[in-house]
């Protein structure tokens, strides 16, 4: 029987892995982080920055050529100095995102018994939900501030049965993300001065890896003492994410963390493992983590964007060529990246850096 909100906020101690924040941070008693969920941010507070980058995307994709080689040459230094931008005027309804965030919260409100039916048995589920952890350096497990619910949208298409809403939803802001991921692609491709139409041809775009996740952050009550989400690199080409207007994603430039902030009806959009890997390193994969507040419930809603499941994944070849014949990684198929990534638990630790061949001696 899944505990209540009487018994965690009494027993935080003996908490398992499968029990929801949610139910946690709604006890009335709750005064303290329990300690499986000890996890000291002393600079979650982050630094505000007015640098990171605002792409406009109807430019990108406008007739006009010198505003367009001007929109080109703002997403290269995007993606080359931050791997992070803020998209606007994308062209997806902002309807639409309302009820994305509106519809991924309608699941997490939903009785116990109907969440527990996605746990997670094996990384290969279509559909997982849950709370999390992960392993520290000291090999103590750490427990997250925070519930999800993850799901493949595309090429295959998996949903939770319940909200009937969400699956419709879902489907539709997926179906209207592709042509926007489509054609930043087609431009990252482009500045990359490869020939138009490999970047498709090569990772296979019409068969794209999509992955819906929605994140729920409650309110903490030490907030400095969890974390909802801790460092890390994302999966794919590129990731969308959007939220309900509660701060809470940081990412890393430069040494230190700042805190995003995206306007109403943009998209938050980061380079992935998957292009750095394409781009034999010129573009590169940024960590980012979500800290959690004690003030208000953060939902952020992502879509993560790769190749096709069955592509193998290695540096452009004619990337490779004129750095001399060297590639920087090692090739894998890309759902075996994904399963990999997904049940690897260990904080700080990913794929991309196994990935990575290091320089011979001649090198150094």
């Known amino acids: 029987m899944a505990p209540t909100a009487s018994d965690v906020s009494n027993q935080t101690t003996l908490i398992d892995d499968s029990a929801y924040v949610k139910v946690l941070a709604e006890s009335s008693t709750l005064k303290s982080v329990p300690s499986q969920f000890a996890y000291a941010t002393n600079d979650s507070k982050g630094s505000y920055s007015d640098s990171i980058p605002i792409i406009d995307f109807s430019l990108i994709t406008c007739a006009d050529s010198e505003q367009r080689s001007k929109a080109l040459k703002d997403l290269a230094r995007a993606c080359e100095e931050w791997g992070f931008f803020v998209l606007i005027n994308h062209g997806i309804p902002e309807t639409v995102m309302k009820n994305i965030i509106d519809a991924s919260l309608e699941f997490f409100e939903l009785p116990e018994e109907e969440k527990r039916r996605y746990e997670p048995r094996s990384a290969s589920d279509p559909i997982k939900s849950g709370t999390g952890s992960v392993l520290n350096v000291a090999n103590q497990r750490i427990h997250l501030w925070r519930d999800y619910v993850k799901s493949y949208v595309h090429p295959e298409f998996h949903s939770p049965h319940k909200p009937q809403i969400l699956r419709e939803i879902v489907a539709e802001y997926s179906e209207r993300s592709r042509p926007v991921l489509r054609s930043l692609l087609q431009a990252i491709s482009e500045n990359l001065g490869l020939e138009q139409g490999y970047i498709d041809d090569v990772l296979k775009?019409?068969?794209?890896?999509?992955?819906?996740?929605?994140?729920?952050?409650?309110?903490?009550?030490?907030?400095?003492?969890?974390?909802?989400?801790?460092?890390?690199?994302?999966?794919?080409?590129?990731?969308?994410?959007?939220?309900?207007?509660?701060?809470?994603?940081?990412?890393?430039?430069n040494g230190k963390w700042f805190n995003t902030n995206s306007p109403q009806n943009s998209i938050l959009v980061n380079t992935a493992d998957h292009l750095e890997i394409f781009s034999n390193g010129r573009y590169k994969s940024v960590k980012h983590r979500a800290v959690v507040n004690s003030e208000a419930t953060r939902i952020s809603v992502v879509i993560a964007n790769g190749p096709a499941p069955d592509v193998i994944v290695n540096p452009a070849a004619p990337l490779v060529e004129r750095d001399d014949g060297r590639a920087l990684y090692l090739p894998m198929k890309f759902i075996e990246y994904v399963e990999t990534m997904l049940s690897n638990r260990l904080e700080g630790k990913g794929n991309l850096e196994c990935l990575k061949i290091s320089p011979g001696p001649e090198d150094q």
């Open 205 to 253: 775009l019409d068969s794209c890896f999509q992955l819906y996740a929605a994140n729920y952050y409650p309110p903490c009550p030490e907030p400095d003492q969890a974390i909802g989400i801790p460092p890390h690199t994302d999966h794919g080409l590129l990731t969308f994410l959007i939220h309900n207007g509660v701060a809470g994603l940081q990412i890393q430039h």
